[in-house]
C-alpha cells in the first residue's frame, strides 16, 4: 500500500498567517503518461464529510478560494493557505488515487493562534 | 444541486451484516464511478471500494476484501455497501462519495461530491 504522512500533525497559525501542510508519500504517485500526480486534498469540519478542495495536485476544485493552492510532485506535496480565515479551521487530509488501495494520510489540525 | 444521500444510522450485533445505501440525484448516476469510505471514531479516513455504475465493476481494498460488497440499483439511481462479520472495530462512519470526472481512468479518481455519512456501531 501506498503510504502517505502528513506533516505537521497539527498546526496553529494567527489570523492573516500563512499555513502549510506538507503529505509525503512512500513512492511516486505521477503517472508518466499523463504528467499527472494523483493525489487530492479534502477538508473535514467537526461532524461534516470532507470537502475536496484541490486534485490533481494543484487543480483547485470549483468554488474553493484562492487562498488554497497545492504543489509538488511525485512524492512531496504541500497544501498551502496563504491567509488563514476563522473558516478554515479543520483537519485536511491528503489523499492518493494512484494505487489500490485508496489510501489518506492521517490528517493535519489547523487551529488559530 | 448534485447530492448523495444516505440511508440512517445502524446498531448492530458482532457477527451480524449492515448494508447501507446512498440514493445520488441531480446528476447521471451512470456517469460517475462511487466510492466508499468509512472513519472510525477520531481516526482518518479509510477507503472501502468503488463500483463503475455503469457496468457493475468494482474494485476493493483488500483488507476488505470477502467481508464487503458495493453493489448498485441504476433504476433508483443507488449505491449499496454491504459489510459483514462486523465487528467492533468497524464501528465508524461510512461515506459514500462519487469520482470526480468522467473521464479518470476506472476507479482512480478524486472525489468531489460525499455523502454525510451513515453510523454504524457495533455493540453487544
Known amino acids: 500500500d501506498i503510504v502517505l504522512t502528513q506533516s505537521p500533525d497539527s498546526l496553529a497559525v494567527s489570523l492573516g498567517e500563512r499555513a502549510t501542510i506538507n503529505c509525503k508519500s512512500s513512492?511516486?504517485?505521477?503517472?508518466?503518461?499523463?504528467?499527472?500526480?494523483?493525489l487530492a486534498w479534502y477538508q473535514q469540519k467537526p461532524g461534516q464529510p470532507p470537502k475536496l478542495l484541490i486534485y490533481?495536485?494543484?487543480t483547485r476544485d470549483s468554488g474553493v478560494p484562492d487562498r488554497f493552492s497545492g504543489s509538488g510532485s511525485e512524492t512531496d506535496f504541500t497544501l498551502t493557505i496563504s491567509s488563514l480565515q476563522a473558516e478554515d479551521v479543520a483537519v485536511y487530509y491528503c489523499?492518493?488515487?494512484?494505487?489500490?488501495?485508496?489510501?489518506f494520510g492521517q490528517g493535519t489540525k489547523v487551529e488559530i493562534k | 444541486q448534485v447530492q448523495l444521500v444516505q440511508s440512517g444510522a445502524e446498531v448492530k450485533k458482532p457477527g451480524a451484516s449492515v448494508k447501507v445505501s446512498c440514493k445520488a440525484s441531480?446528476?447521471?448516476?451512470?456517469?460517475?464511478?462511487m466510492h466508499w469510505v468509512r472513519q472510525a471514531p477520531g481516526q482518518s479516513l479509510e477507503w472501502m471500494g468503488w463500483?463503475?455504475?455503469?457496468?457493475?465493476?468494482?474494485k476493493y481494498s483488500q483488507r476488505f476484501q470477502g467481508r464487503v460488497t458495493i453493489t448498485r440499483d441504476t433504476s433508483a439511481s443507488t449505491a449499496y455497501m454491504e459489510l459483514s462479520s462486523l465487528r467492533s472495530e468497524d464501528t465508524a462512519v461510512y461515506y459514500c462519495?462519487?469520482?470526480?470526472?468522467?473521464?479518470?481512468?476506472?476507479?482512480?479518481?478524486?472525489?468531489?461530491?460525499w455523502g454525510k455519512g451513515t453510523t454504524v456501531t457495533v455493540s453487544s
Open positions: 462519495a462519487r469520482d470526480g470526472s468522467t473521464s479518470c481512468y476506472p476507479g482512480s479518481c478524486y472525489m468531489d461530491v
Open positions: 441531480e446528476y447521471t448516476f451512470t456517469d460517475y464511478g
Open positions: 463500483i463503475n455504475t455503469g457496468n457493475g465493476n468494482t
Open positions: 513512492q511516486t504517485i505521477l503517472y508518466s503518461s499523463n504528467n499527472k500526480n494523483y
Open positions: 490533481w495536485a494543484s
Open positions: 489523499q492518493q488515487y494512484y494505487g489500490t488501495p485508496r489510501t
